[in-house]
């Protein structure tokens, strides 16, 4: 019986690139360690049977599809790009990027459906053919490897697919968006078919990956307040849930523990103390399972 046979999981992870420090981060935080991998490009974590392969995030999608790897984190338009059929398990809140359609600013067209029989340059070529299709128009693709917004200005396309994320690039070159084909973010993918030992671990990943997700924007608000604050410190505060109210050993007070949006904190403490609230504590949480 081989260890994978026995459970054991391959997770291929970013190793270069703007999604490998999040990656590895976001593993952190959940609390899955391992060594530093420094150098090599595979490690072990330390309390599951998860082995980590750091490889090309663009080739993950296929090393997952092929079983190379049975799990692995990449761009949602790589494993749209790569074709391959995989089960995606988790959004994970970074790498966000769009495939935006963009043409010279003189051009007429305001939507994609203007593009048909249009020459449109792109590094994209299967996601935009799979776009093109979706939509019903028929265009030219001129698959060009980079700098894909010169194509336009050379007369060589009349269009451009391009991954985004503020499109400042395409503004800069003179290009005006008139859609987005895909949104994207990086995502957890899985192999089909992975065996029930398998499955079970990749569950407890995501479960933990998920909570972290769901615990970033939030923040864990504790404050006392006397009997007679109660009600007016409680109204000021939107909840994950109802806040809990304790009794402190002290008589006539009360502890208030909440879960709000981070983005609430410097709105929320001036008023909470106006009050009534007192021993405020603002601290950040590392899981949330709701
Ligand atoms: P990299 O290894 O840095 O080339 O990562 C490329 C991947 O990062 C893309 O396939 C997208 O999934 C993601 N990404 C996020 N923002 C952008 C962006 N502004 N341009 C291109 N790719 C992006």
Redesign the pocket.
Known sequence: MTERDRGLVRLAL?S?????EPSVKLLHDAGIAFEPNGRTLHTRCLDLDLELLFV???DIPVWTRDGGVDAGI?????AV?AGAELDELLALDF???RLAQAVPSEHPAMRPADLTGARIATSYEHTLARELDRLGIEARILPISGSVELAPRLHAADAVA?????GE?LRQNGLREIGTLLE???VLVARPGLDAAQRALVDDVVLLLGSVIAARPKRYLMLNARDETLDDVLALLPSLDAPTVLPLSRPGMHAVHAVIDAEDVVRLLGPLRAAGASSLLVMPIEHLIA
């Open positions: 970013p270069k690139g703007r999604m490998a090309r995030s663009d990449t761009g949602r338009n790589q790009e790498g966000y990027c391009d991954l985004v994320s503020s690039t994207s973010q990086a």
